[in-house]
């Protein structure tokens, strides 16, 4: 699985998310379900950790862990 790196959108910025990961077989479009970690997100640190380890979904269906971030 190969991480995509993006900026937030404009909408999740205005949303207050600091960082968000989706799992997809397109570079072009984030997965269906798009996790997103905001500034009050609790233990926020650790959220952002497992999010960006992928490594569990590596013999799934998906080719790229889109990850958005400032």
């Known amino acids: 699985m190969r991480k995509i790196y993006r900026k ?5 910025i205005a949303r207050g998310v600091i960082f ?9 479009y984030d ?3 798009v996790h997103e970690v905001r500034e ?4 926020k640190d650790k959220v ?3 999010l960006k380890d992928d490594k569990f979904f ?3 269906p998906w080719k790229y862990n889109i990850i958005r971030t400032k």
Do not use: C, P
């Not at 990961?21 to 570079?27: A, D, E, I, K, Q």
């Open 58 to 60: 590596n013999n799934g």
């Open 20 to 28: 968000s990961s989706s799992l997809s077989n397109s570079t072009v």
């Open 48 to 50: 952002i950790e497992r």
């Open 40 to 43: 009050d997100t609790l233990n």
């Open 31 to 33: 997965g269906e379900t």
């Open 8 to 12: 937030l959108s404009e909408d999740q």
